[in-house]
């Protein structure tokens, strides 16, 4: 098993719609989380910084963590086509500065 | 402007030729590291370096050596190019736990 699991898409949505997109993990060590969104034949560029668990705003876009349940969320709201892009979700425990990383997730926004 | 470099963006490469991809950030950055990262995969972590001359194995087994001799330049070598490594290569650096920056990828093909 993964310790870190991404459902691959591809999701299509429609512009102006809200996104919600999911990682699961098994390992309760991870404090770190971190979402990336990388565009075709470019590096992942981070989006948003969490730690703990609790909620995370930043203009369009929202990180979600429930430690509890293992569960984190990234949600985008009035979502644009400019947002069509591959979504990766990593994580990392106290006491390491490396990451692991899901398999991303692929998002179309259609207009 | 601080940022991180790659070079070459792509190389197309024949069996058994020594090459060597180009990583420098200008962040003054201490932790650098490099990904390995095919289609529809996650991330793999390669080698990492928390400072100069300390490298380290990361998680994937890899045939590629590093070297730190400067905080802002970290070199991937491979030694003899086998097919098997055709991938997409990431350099990414950090300062602490607050996400990495990443480079744009050098895109290998070994034929």
């Known amino acids: 098993q993964k310790e870190v699991e991404q459902d691959p898409g591809p999701l299509s949505v429609p512009e102006g719609a809200i996104v919600s997109l999911n990682c699961t993990y098994s390992?309760?060590?991870?404090?770190?989380f971190m979402w990336y969104r990388q565009y075709s034949r470019k590096g992942p560029e981070l989006l948003m910084y969490?730690?703990?668990?609790g909620n995370k705003e930043d203009g369009r876009f929202t990180a979600q963590v429930d430690k509890s349940s293992k569960y984190i969320s990234l949600f985008i709201r009035d979502s644009q086509p400019s947002d069509s892009a591959t979504y990766l979700c990593a994580m990392s425990a106290a006491g390491t500065y490396k990451y692991i990383f899901g398999t991303g997730t692929r998002l179309k926004v259609l207009a | 402007e601080a940022d991180i470099y790659q070079t070459p963006r792509y190389l197309v490469i024949g069996t058994g030729k020594k090459i060597t991809l180009e990583c420098s950030q200008t962040m003054g950055h201490d932790k650098m590291y490099w990904y390995q990262q095919d289609p529809g995969m996650e991330l793999h972590l390669i080698h990492y370096s928390y400072g100069v001359n300390s490298t380290e194995k990361g998680d994937l087994s890899s045939e590629s050596t590093v070297s730190r001799i400067r905080t802002e330049h970290f070199p991937l070598t491979l030694e003899s190019a086998r097919p098997s490594h055709t991938s997409q290569y990431l350099c990414?650096?950090?300062?602490?736990?607050?996400?990495?920056?990443f480079g744009s990828g050098t895109r290998l093909t070994v034929v």
């Open positions: 390992n309760s060590a991870f404090q770190y």
């Open positions: 969490t730690y703990s668990s």
């Open positions: 990414a650096s950090s300062w602490g736990k607050e996400g990495y920056t």
